[in-house]
């Protein structure tokens, strides 16, 4: 049975869009007919009828609360010994999102007809990306599946918590930045050209600090659009060349070699990367193929070419530890962490306490940068505005010299 998406009037012509399984395309038709509806259109839900955004690839279908909340309760019901048919039904009439009730639906349709849950999510890779089928599948055949989800819920919730507090972290400091841009452009382009055209009478020379603004403010007035033509382009240019991989693994790589941001990249791909590996070694995953699926989680291009000549290592009978130190971008806790797991045979838990190690640091960073910018910020503008009024009051204090 197959879940279908369909368009049909009432009785009182008025048009209604909802979801319907049926076995057929006819067969959803005749169900609709029953319940006094005349299908208009009835369309098989399927991955190129679902479309939106997705945390872990792009081009995705949900969103990564909906992801997690559907993972949430699928484990909760699966867990409770309800048939994973029914669980899913639970889970699309639970859901006021219609995406992910189509979604839903059509893994349903799939495990109905007898597939297993990780082949049915194939059917829609955006919305469930290779790490999540990978682990799903390896749940299933271990046995643990309720196990499974309710680790990928955890997985993902800590994710998106994390992606929160750092974008509320960040928001004060952007609006901040944007409004002190503002202010400063305005006073230069409208407010000083108004007040310093009084002295362009008087003849004599300005001061040096009223001079400079006034030119500042001439160049904003007559080349201020062209400045933002040119900074448009530049960023389309690089937004272009960023396509290329070798101007890509450059600008990673410079990326990594400054002193805070290399150090927040270096945590934050870190931090996915063993979280990731954790989950997938854990559920019984083989070790090269979790470091396959876990290089997709890493955005940093450098780090992401490490971990693949880490694997080719570890495939010679290498320990992964010394295959990650070698490329000296991973921090050495990490390393060390990962050492001590393979020794004492609790590898997926030391991944975890890792992964933990990155995230929490990574928080600090942000929360202590955003910490120390936002006054610095206040104190810089302060002293922008500081400049713009002496260069206005002092030729004000001077006016009498002037005229003379």
């Not at 937004?239 to 290399?262: C, W, Y």
């Not at 503008?381 to 500081?386: A, E, H, K, N, P």
């Amino acid at each position: 049975m197959a879940a279908y998406e369909y368009s049909a009037l009432d009785a009182q012509g008025r048009q209604k869009k909802g979801l319907i399984e049926g076995d057929t395309p006819r067969h959803a038709r005749q169900l609709l007919r029953e319940r006094g509806l005349t299908p208009l259109d009835v369309t098989q839900v399927s991955e190129g009828r679902v479309h939106g955004g997705s945390p872990f690839t792009r081009g995705g279908s949900i969103s990564t609360a909906e992801l997690a909340l559907f993972t949430r309760q699928l484990a909760i019901l699966v867990r409770s010994g309800l048939p994973l048919d029914e669980a899913l039904t639970a889970v699309s009439e639970q859901s006021e999102g219609k995406r992910v009730k189509r979604i839903a639906l059509g893994v349903r349709a799939g495990v109905v007809e007898g597939n297993a849950l990780a082949h049915s999510l194939n059917q829609f890779p955006n919305a469930f990306p290779t790490l999540f089928r990978a682990t799903v599948e390896a749940g299933e055949q271990s046995g643990k599946l309720d196990y499974i989800l309710e680790r990928l819920a955890d997985y993902v919730e800590r994710r998106q918590q994390l992606k929160s507090r750092v974008s509320l972290a960040l928001i004060y400091p952007v609006i901040l930045t944007v409004v002190a841009l503002g202010v400063v452009v305005a006073l230069l382009t409208y407010v000083v050209p108004q007040v310093v055209g009084v002295f362009d009478s008087i003849g004599a020379q300005l001061p040096l600090l009223t001079r400079a603004l006034i030119a500042v403010s001439n160049f904003l007035r007559e080349w201020g659009i062209y400045l933002l033509i040119l900074i448009a382009i530049g960023v389309f240019v690089f937004t272009r060349m960023m396509r290329a991989a070798p101007f890509r693994r450059r600008v990673h790589l410079f990326v990594l070699r400054l002193p805070l941001i290399g150090r927040l990249t270096r945590g934050s791909n870190t931090g996915r990367f063993t979280r990731t590996l954790g989950i997938l070694f854990g559920s019984g995953v083989p070790i090269l193929d979790a470091m396959r699926i876990g290089t997709q989680v890493v955005s940093n291009l450098p780090m992401r070419e490490a971990i693949d000549d880490a694997a080719l290592k570890v495939r010679e009978g290498a320990s992964l530890s010394r295959s990650l130190a070698a490329s000296k971008l991973f921090p050495p806790i990490t390393v060390h962490l990962i050492a001590s797991g393979e020794a004492s045979g609790r590898l997926d838990e030391m991944l975890d306490r890792s992964a933990e190690n990155q995230e929490r640091e990574v928080e600090m960073l942000v929360q202590t940068t955003v910490s120390i910018f936002e006054p610095a910020l206040i104190v810089v503008m302060g002293g922008i505005v500081l400049l713009i009024v002496l260069a206005i009051l002092v030729p004000i204090f001077d006016l009498n010299q002037l005229v003379k």
